[in-house]
């Protein structure tokens, strides 16, 4: 556990903290009982997007916000800036270790490097990085997950829901994370009705592009599959997902979100009764166990994969419609049975 101490230190070190980051993007801290260097806790640096992407940033930072709670420290997120080099992220990074900052995490696979190099730097300082297993260092935790696996059964929702016969994918940036969701949604879909047709984009060749935050491109990718007949949308496309999600209810299809419970979306709530489930991955479960490894002293380093088995990726049961279909909840139910058991084996690519 950490040592509490009793020295109050919150204005100067959130004045340092200030303006060792003002180089390489915004930061917001807050502070619990106690503000010295031995009782800064969590610091989480946002993806593409940044906070308030109603998905795959916002979930880190509902795991930071419970570890703050629960262990009543200060903590730090700090948001990209447009256009940074891996040298930016890794200098954002060292700032938040320098700080006392225990763990840091990078929020997502752009960080693979920055992680690496701040990690060498700072031995005994714990590190994560959400959806990258590239790392072998022994201070970091690679928080990865089999979201193919819940695309699967977003791949069965959409079969089985679908009246045209036609469902839609939009992916945010071409590359192998997020071809693994575009998998394992076609092989859901084809194994739960061979007929239904798969309509699949991408919207970007590189983050760069803006392929994760760009919900202008996600609405027009997704009019344009719903143009074709698609009668259900799956996007994973970051911050762009908000756009197919708009174009689905505007067009009075089916939408399924990603990473979080996009049906409980704040932001989204004018378009809840469109969003049929959403693919989750349980990055704040993640973050936040790695928080609490290092406060048990005990530090996770290495993969640390979440799966159907453990829970850490599923479908939201928000929507009223999906979780009382019994015949939908039957077929996702005997799919999710077999994925865990290796009866069927999902694709990743």
């Known amino acids: ?5 009793r020295i109050t230190v919150a204005g100067a070190a959130t004045a340092s903290l200030a303006l060792a980051l003002s180089a390489c993007g915004g930061t917001s801290t807050s502070a619990g009982s106690s503000d010295s260097k ?6 989480i640096a946002y993806d593409v997007g940044g906070k308030g992407d109603q998905s795959f940033n916002d979930a880190a930072y509902a795991g930071l916000e419970q570890a703050k709670k629960e262990f009543g420290y200060q903590t730090a997120d700090v948001e990209p800036t447009e256009g940074e080099t891996n040298a930016d992220k890794e200098q954002r990074l060292v700032s938040l270790a320098k700080q006392g900052y225990n763990p840091v995490v990078g929020v997502g696979y752009a960080y693979a490097a920055a992680v690496k190099g701040a990690a060498e730097k700072f031995p ?25 696996q819940a695309s699967y059964l977003a791949g069965v929702a959409a079969a089985k829901t679908s009246k045209t016969k036609v469902v839609g994918f939009v992916g945010g940036v071409d590359i192998p ?10 092989q859901g879909v084809k194994d739960t009705d061979p007929k239904v047709k798969v309509l699949s984009q991408y919207l970007t060749q590189t983050a760069e592009e803006g392929g994760f935050a760009s919900p202008d491109k ?4 997704a009019e344009g599959q719903i143009e074709q007949k ?5 996007a994973a496309a970051g911050l762009s997902g908000q756009g197919v999600i708009e174009a689905a209810a505007t067009e009075k299809v089916w939408a399924i979100g990603v990473d979080s419970d996009q049906y409980q979306q704040e932001a989204l709530a004018k378009y809840k ?12 479960k993640a973050v936040y166990n790695l928080a609490k490894s290092v406060e048990d002293g005990k530090p996770e380093t290495g993969i640390v994969r979440g799966d159907l088995k453990s829970g850490e990726v599923s479908l939201s049961n928000s929507n009223p419609k999906f979780a009382d279909d019994a015949e939908l909840q039957a077929a996702i139910k005997t799919a999710k049975e077999k994925i865990i058991s290796g009866e069927i084996k999902v694709k990743s690519s």
């Open 218 to 221: 996600g609405k027009t990718a």
């Open 273 to 284: 009764d469109s969003i049929l489930t959403s693919a989750m991955k349980d990055v704040a």
């Open 1 to 5: 556990m950490r040592r509490i101490s």
């Open 177 to 186: 994370l997020i071809h693994k969701f575009q998998a394992g949604f076609a």
């Open 124 to 148: 005994k300082t714990t590190f994560g990085i959400v959806d990258d297993a590239t790392i072998n260092t022994k201070n970091v935790a690679d928080l990865v997950f089999n979201e193919e």
């Open 230 to 234: 698609a009668d259900v949308v799956y």
């Open 38 to 43: 031995g009782d800064k806790g969590l610091a």
